[in-house]
Structures are given as structure tokens and as C-alpha cells.
């Protein structure tokens, strides 16, 4: 052993072959079984596919503005949404945040229609003050005088002059019925559907009130219209043949009023009949009006035992 190595440790004795020597000599029998096992590969359909193996986590420092924390909006919505990012605000500061509420004005347009005794844009602008507005509903039994009532109002306050005189024969002593405006009302003579309209009145202080008015039918088969006018009113018009009386169908039309605790006003309708048709005296006529008011109340008065002194009706009240 002490012949391999001098006396400061170096190897003295035979050359051996290092690795990287023995490796370069192999290296030709190497290569030479790779190209016999491309060829035998080349041979043979390459069937398999290469297996994906997904990177490791990587170690690399990211700084803080270049992380993504979120996912992105094409992440979120997809590639076919198109995302706008506004950094500036495009609103003036001139236009507020929240709008105000904007009080509109409409012009009123005439198209045929009769002249009235008053202004229509004056009637518009009424609408502006609901302390003014009045909704009434006409009701009563049939044929006790209803949309007669509506057309002296109409006439008091329309000029149809011009449309009454083109009436000839027969026609001139027609009844108006200017709310009746399908062709079954007038060949029947008889009130279908309930018909609004809207009428400047004024009190008997002469102060001016927006009247919107509902004349509903009267026969008992369409006592849902008058139903639905009554919910619709602030008051109640009973219109009642002075001669006739209370009805079946006027009875029922109490009842749901005072139901409803709608302000009930009577109107006793006819009064000619008193004279024309019964030939009463005018102490009879007293008590025979008497007597259709006392029905009303008796009305109310079974519908609210009890209360029916408050709902009663008396004489008229001014307004």
C-alpha cells in the first residue's frame, strides 16, 4: 500500500480508467440500441398519448399590485360581455342625483265637442286641487229618473242650442239621455253601463267645484256597475220616483251605501206625478213625501239598529 502513494500523499502508481472515460466508451453501444428501438417503435402505431403533469407550486416572489385577488369580469360574465369601467363621473354637477318630481300640465284639445258656459282649461287646472273635486255617484231603481237628472245638469251647463234644433217631429220631445251612449240604451231606453263625466258646478255660494259623476243603471241585473261606481265615489245621489217609492233595487242600493259608510243624499224625483197622475191635494202630497223619506230611514236604520238617528236623513243641507 505504501508503494501506490508518495510521502506527501500523491498516487504514484498504475493509470486507472476513470468514469468519464468507461462512460465515452459505452456511449456507442448506446446509441446504437436506441436506434434499434426507434426503428421497432416506428414499426408499431404510436396509440398512447403523453400523460399531463401539472406544474408544481412555484416559489417565485409576485409583487403586491401584480397578485389578482378577484376573479375578472370576463371570468365572472363571460368573453361575449362587454364590461365598461367609468373612472370619472359623466353626470354634471349641474343635473341633481335624484330628479325632483316634475308637475306636468296637459293642454286641453277640443274635437267636436258642445260648447259649455265655462272654461275647460279653467275645469283642467282644477285637477291640481283635489279639495275641490267632488266624485258622485247617481243611483236608484229603474226608470225613477237618473240620467233624466244627469241631462239638467248637462243642460246647465252645456249649450246644445245647436244640437236640440236639429231634431225634427217626434224627436224634439225626446228625452235627451246624453249619458246613454250605446246603441242597446237608446233603442231599449234602458242603462247599461255606468257612464262618467266630469262638470263644473258651482254652490250656492257661487264658489266652483269639479264634479266627477257616475250615472250607474238601474235595473237590478247590473247592480254590479253601481257596485263599482259607489267604491269609486266620495258620495252617493239617490234618486227615488216620488210616486213608486222605495224598490226592491233601491233598498239594496241603501244597504251597500250605508255598508260602505258613504254619505247619502236624497233626491225625490217626479214630483209632477204628484199632481198630473195622482191629483193629490197639497196636504196629501206632504205626507206622501213624507212617507218616501220615513221609507229611507226605516232602510238605515234596520241596516244600523241603533245608529240609524246619526245616518238619518233630513232636509236639505247647505253645502
Known sequence: ??????????????????????????????????????????????DQQLMEVDEGPSNAVILHEDKQYYPSAQQVYGTDVETLVQEEDTQPLSEPIIAPVKQKKFAVEEAE??????????????????????????VGHLHHGKTAFMDMLVTQTHDLTERLDKRTGRRREEQ??????????????????????????QGTKGK???????????????????????????????????????????????????????????????????????????NDAYFKLKHVIEEVNTIIENVLPGQGERRRLSRRREM
Open 176 to 201: 235627451l239621455r246624453y249619458t246613454d251612449v250605446h246603441f242597446l240604451e237608446r233603442e231599449r231606453g234602458v242603462s247599461i253601463k255606468s257612464a262618467p263625466m266630469s262638470l263644473l258646478l
Open 113 to 138: 265637442l258642445p260648447p259649455v258656459y265655462y272654461s275647460r282649461e279653467f275645469m283642467t287646472d282644477l285637477l291640481n286641487f283635489p279639495e275641490q273635486i267632488r266624485n258622485v255617484a247617481i
Open 208 to 282: 266652483s267645484h269639479l264634479f266627477n259623476i257616475i250615472d250607474t243603471p238601474g235595473h237590478v241585473n247590473f247592480v254590479d256597475e253601481v257596485a263599482t261606481s259607489v267604491r269609486l265615489a266620495d258620495g252617493v245621489v239617490l234618486v227615488v220616483d216620488v210616486v213608486e217609492g222605495v224598490q226592491a233595487n233601491t233598498e239594496q242600493i241603501i244597504k251597500h251605501a250605508v255598508l260602505e259608510d258613504m254619505p247619502l243624499t236624497l233626491v225625490v224625483n217626479k214630483m209632477d206625478r204628484l199632481i198630473l197622475e195622482l191629483k193629490l191635494p197639497p
Open 1 to 46: 500500500m505504501d508503494d501506490l502513494y508518495d510521502e506527501f500523499g500523491n498516487y504514484i502508481g498504475e493509470a486507472v480508467e476513470s468514469d468519464e472515460e468507461a462512460h465515452d466508451e459505452a456511449k456507442p453501444q448506446a446509441f446504437a440500441f436506441d436506434e434499434a428501438f426507434e426503428d421497432e417503435e416506428d414499426e408499431e402505431p404510436q
